[in-house]
């Protein structure tokens, strides 16, 4: 936006030259603050942001460009000055792409991981770098902190793929037995829920439930592959419903094959949300976390993560050693996350995400009864024994 009022009375104050170069500077520092607030101008990367910024630029030098970091490292630089002058956090989800994962995250892991540190931060302000389930789900933790989210349409198929009024009708269908949902949902649909659990707790959340009840039977919800990736860990009975992970379900036991045969010693990791012949496949499965634990832990020379890509990135700088192989699949709802709409959340406060009381306190307990389970020594890895034998479950 130009603004004239400014040139003017710089020409009136002045000497015709002078006034004109002021008048000049002046509307170019009017034109860029207006462009920066709107996202469109980049900001300067001088020598003191490369210096400022030069840590994580090792961390992310394999997988950015000199001339992308050129545009990162001042928003970094930025982001991180706006999050100390209001009191603001930012929660990096492991599929957050790398300068955002180690430039500006403050808390980074999975969903729940993440939406606990938000409840112990004092941040008064949490800005998800994720999608929206994720940031409806510190909500429901941390009522009283604004919580923003860049972009209101980075979704997920996964969440879209039930509501609260499916539950409803699920749990009219199939009385007394108790429903356990991934956290991968709606705050909608958590608050229909007995209790929730992750891709790192879900077998002893079922097996708990089951115990818990005195059945023989839960619903594990919504995430069908997880559920049969579930069902073959224990002997309870698992009632599931037909809802998938877009970037899990696009893995096929071919990609893993091609990749065995191009790198034969590489050890292949794989998500419960992908299909359960990818487990079969595979020579490890658990919850991000878990991976990240293999990883730090085994050191291995060579690894295949079947997750999404972002995951293999931010890994990687802390494993130096480890070779990450394709393939990967991109999650379009999380790669709706950049530095510039991060940057333009903390600059304008945007967007609040918000909750029903109602549905955030029976949300809550959900969330709550999961977290008071004692937790696992180390994120649960799935038994690849197991995760060969074939056990039907019930599809709604
Ligand atoms: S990776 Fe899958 S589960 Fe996660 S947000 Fe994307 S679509 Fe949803």
Redesign the pocket.
Known sequence: MLNFSISRDAGRSRNSVSAFFEAQEMLTLSIREDDMADGFAPLAFTADIEAETAAVWDKVKHHVTPMEWRLHAPLIVEINRLKREKNAAILAHN?MTPDIFHGVGDFVGDSLALAKEAAKSDAKIIVQA??H?MAETSKVLSPEKKILIPDLLA?????SSITGADVRLIKERHPGVPVVTYV?TTADVKAETDICCTSANAVQVVEWAAKEWGTDKVILIP?EFLARNVARQTDVKIIAWAGH????KRFTPQDIADMRAAWPGAEVLAHP?CPAEILEASDFAGSTAAMNDYVAARKPAQVVLIT?CSMASNVQAESPGTQFIGPCNM????KRITLQNIYDALVHEQYEVTVDADILDRARQAVQRMIDLPPPAAPARYDLVKARHHVDVELI
């Open positions: 599929y994720g999608v389930f979704g997920c198929s996964l969440a991968n995430d992970c877009e970037v899990h949300e999404e999650c379009p709802h999380m």
